[in-house]
Structure formats: structure tokens, C-alpha cells
């Protein structure tokens, strides 16, 4: 990669119509917009049903992952996404709600952030607590990445053998881990 450029995972989802087009247009849309001249798209998994949870809450959710090559940093990458999702009239009105498009970072160039610390700290918090709380700043790796079988399984589209710069596990392994039951729910569009 040419100069400071890094490579970002991003996970992708939506289960509600945005302009209405189906949650998978909006996804297609959101990569498209996602390419600009200093994030370069380098690929893109299939795209994935996945169960609203907890079942019958809602609409089935599309999700999706993508690698990217940037010079942006992490947080000015995230302010990047957070853009993409307004334009998407994505609403932060419940934490982890139905929604039009949710882009997370995955991981930017390997980074832990804000520190070994602070991320062991938001990776160990109780799940009440996980559904209550959000950071006050940018946690990186995305906390929940092991513990989330619709990032999991097209992650492993693109980049099954990346490595969690913490847990040093890859993609792979962390989706062996998980329930077999909950990635066959996860299906391809």
C-alpha cells in the first residue's frame, strides 16, 4: 500500500427502507458513496440476511463487509461513515434499534485503540451495560466483532484470515466459535 494508506474493515447493515429502496439498495449505495479519493474500495462480500433479533421484532436485517484502503485516519474515517449514514437518514435514536444503514469500523490498520486498556474495558462490558452505554470516543477493534455472527460471516467473505489485533484470532476461527446454529441463520441474498 502506497504511502501512510491502511486498510479499514467496515461491517455494513440496515433493515429499514431508505428513500424507499430495499435495505440491500441502500447498502449498495452506501458502498458506492463509501469511494472517494482517499478511501479506495478493495472488495466487498456478498450480502447476507440475517433474523431481526430478537425474532419477529422487525424486518430481516441485510448485512455486509467491505475492505477499504485509506489515508484517513480512524476517526476521520468514522466521521466519513457517520456522513454516509446521515445521508441515508439514518436515525441514533435507540442503541442498537432498527435502522436504515449502520456502517461500523471493523478495524483500521491493525490499531488498538484508545489504548490496551480501554479496549479490554469496553470488550468485557456486560451486555446490559453494552445495551445501555456507547463510548465516548472511538474503540478500536470494533468490541463486539467476536461476539456478532452477522459481522462474522461476511468478514469471512472478505478477509478470513485477518487477525484480531487483540484476541489474535482471525475471522475464521472466531466464527467457529460461535452457536453453528446462529451463522446458519446468516444467509446469503
Known amino acids: 500500500m502506497a504511502g501512510n494508506r ?3 474493515l467496515i461491517a455494513l447493515g440496515g433493515n429499514l427502507p431508505a428513500d424507499a429502496s430495499a435495505p440491500q439498495v441502500t447498502l449498495s449505495k452506501a458502498i458506492a458513496a463509501l469511494q472517494a479519493e482517499d478511501i479506495r474500495l478493495r472488495s466487498v462480500s456478498r450480502f447476507f440476511r440475517t ?13 455486509a463487509a467491505v475492505a477499504v484502503e485509506t489515508s484517513l485516519s480512524a476517526d476521520a474515517l468514522l466521521a466519513r461513515l457517520h456522513e454516509i449514514e446521515a445521508r441515508f437518514a439514518r436515525v ?7 435502522r436504515t444503514l449502520d456502517l461500523d469500523l471493523l478495524d483500521h490498520g491493525g490499531a488498538v485503540l484508545p489504548d490496551a486498556a480501554g479496549y479490554r474495558r469496553w ?38 484470515r485477518w487477525r484480531h489485533p487483540v484476541l489474535q484470532k482471525t475471522a475464521s476461527e472466531m466464527l467457529a466459535e460461535l452457536p453453528p446454529e446462529e451463522a ?3 444467509c446469503p441474498l
Open 6 to 8: 491502511k486498510l479499514s
Open 92 to 98: 441514533r435514536e435507540q442503541r442498537w434499534g432498527m
Open 184 to 186: 446458519a441463520e446468516v
Open 123 to 160: 470488550q468485557g462490558l456486560p451486555l446490559e451495560r453494552q445495551m445501555q452505554e456507547a463510548p465516548g470516543q472511538l474503540i478500536l477493534p470494533h468490541p463486539r466483532i467476536q461476539d456478532r455472527v452477522f459481522v462474522l460471516v461476511p468478514l469471512q467473505d472478505i478477509a478470513p
Open 51 to 63: 433474523p431481526c433479533f430478537p425474532a419477529g421484532a422487525g424486518p430481516d436485517y441485510v448485512n
